[in-house]
């Protein structure tokens, strides 16, 4: 039982949002409003523009048009997107009674590839659990995502980086492609 005055724990079910690992270095992040569970949610795809290109047109098009509050938000997810979710670990939603435990690969992860973590705490905002990855290599056959202050720090060190206009320029580190962010 949840004690007053304490946030739910991560990823139960008092939880209002969720970010699904949808392949391809990228995730689908869902917030529920508490007061209209079934109603549309606040969804953000994150993830490679080769890769998120298509499904967010199927998305942003889709959530005006065809969401039912009839279903449930992962069943109109599953068909605006013309896909199905990938279900937690162990469980047998979605999957046809297949558990999906052990589903997941490198191909899937969502963590930085610099850091190896998901959320990067930040010191100057306590209480704050940390951003999130939310640049992507764009290419096609690499796609990693990465914290912004890891890729910054990453390319300041980085001998054949370049900065221009309040951004740096480089290679990634998983593919040598052509890279760039935001310094920080």
């Known amino acids: 039982q949840q004690q007053r005055g304490r946030p739910p724990l991560r990823g139960g079910p008092a939880c209002?949002?969720?970010?699904?690992?949808?392949?391809?270095?990228?995730?689908?992040?869902?917030?529920?409003d508490a007061l209209r569970p079934r109603s549309a949610p606040e969804v953000s795809l994150l993830g490679p523009p080769h890769v998120v290109g298509e499904l967010q047109r199927r998305l942003y098009t889709g959530l005006h048009t065809a969401w039912s509050e009839e279903m449930l938000p992962r069943e109109n997810l599953e068909v605006i997107l013309g896909m199905p979710l990938p279900a937690p670990p162990?469980?047998?939603?979605?999957?046809?009674?297949?558990?999906s435990a052990g589903v997941l690969d490198d191909h899937m992860s969502a963590e930085c590839a610099i850091c190896y973590a998901y959320r990067l705490p930040d010191p100057s905002r306590p209480g704050d659990e940390g951003d999130v990855p939310e640049v992507h290599c764009p290419?096609?056959?690499c796609g990693r995502p990465f914290h912004r202050r890891c890729l910054s720090d990453w390319l300041q060190a980085a001998e054949d980086s370049t900065s221009a206009f309040g951004s740096l320029f480089g290679k990634c580190p998983y593919c040598s492609?052509?890279?760039?962010?935001?310094a920080t």
């Open 16 to 32: 209002r949002s969720r970010r699904l690992n949808l392949g391809q270095h990228c995730s689908l992040f869902i917030q529920l």
């Open 139 to 141: 290419g096609t056959n």
């Open 177 to 182: 492609g052509t890279i760039s962010v935001k």
């Open 90 to 99: 162990g469980s047998t939603c979605g999957t046809g009674g297949a558990t």
